[in-house]
């Protein structure tokens, strides 16, 4: 079936550096890759999303990379704060935005 | 309120008792979903109305779930008989016709004992 999910469940990284967390996806087909943080206690919180017609994307602090030749996703944040550490998910929406989402990344900031 | 709001935040429920849970969406958002998650997954879809009209319900795990939102704003997803499986947090979210971002709630935890 289609699936969507994350190469590393937990990564921890230095306050100030650079993380890259991962996602792989199955569904050739998809056209629509969102990425959300999910604080402890708290529903996932949009963070940026892409087109498959698009490869490259960016935010405030983040980016997002699509490489539809290995149905790869990634989301680089930088320069990371403690307020980064969260749950992040990658999600694949099929119209009208029914969600199909990974597993998730923990990522811990270390001061 | 600005944002998706759902009601309780917490419910414990004995086996076999039945639950309701209450979502209420971003004012004049015409879609809503309803997620279910387990502990360390992410959320995994139940049912998507658009207005009042249940469009998918091919998430809900079994006939024990049932969503509704008759006018088109406030949703109840209620759970009958509740089995210790059902404990998760239930995510609702809402988002514009047409939109792309969905707008999570905080979501109530359901412990079934």
């Known amino acids: 079936g289609e699936s969507v999910g994350l190469h590393l469940p937990t990564l921890s990284v230095q306050e100030g550096d650079n993380s890259i967390i991962n996602c792989a996806y199955s569904?050739?087909?998809?056209?629509?890759f969102i990425w959300y943080k999910q604080e402890s206690g708290k529903g996932p919180q949009f963070i940026i999303d892409i087109r498959s017609n698009m490869d490259k994307r960016q935010g405030q602090r983040v980016t997002v990379l699509l490489n539809k030749t290995v149905k790869h996703l990634s989301l680089q944040i930088a320069a990371t704060q403690p307020g980064d550490s969260a749950v992040y998910f990658c999600a694949e929406a099929t119209p009208p935005q029914k969600l199909v989402f990974g597993q998730g990344t923990r990522l811990t900031i270390n001061p | 309120g600005a944002g998706v709001s759902q009601s309780p935040r917490y419910k414990v429920a004995k086996r076999g008792q039945d639950v309701a849970l209450r979502c209420d969406p971003i004012?004049?958002?015409?879609?809503l979903f309803w997620y279910q998650q387990a502990l360390g997954q992410g959320p995994e879809f139940l049912t998507y109305?658009?207005?009042?009209?249940?469009?998918?319900k091919s998430g809900l795990p079994s006939d024990r779930f049932f969503a509704e939102r008759p006018e088109g704003s406030v949703s109840t997803l209620k759970i009958q008989r509740t089995q210790q499986e059902d404990s998760a947090v239930y995510l609702c979210a809402s988002s514009q016709r047409g939109g792309t971002e969905a707008f999570f709630g905080q979501g109530t935890r359901l412990t079934v004992v």
């Open positions: 569904n050739s087909a998809s056209d629509y």
């Open positions: 004012s004049g958002h015409v879609s």
């Open positions: 109305f658009q207005n009042e009209a249940q469009l998918d």
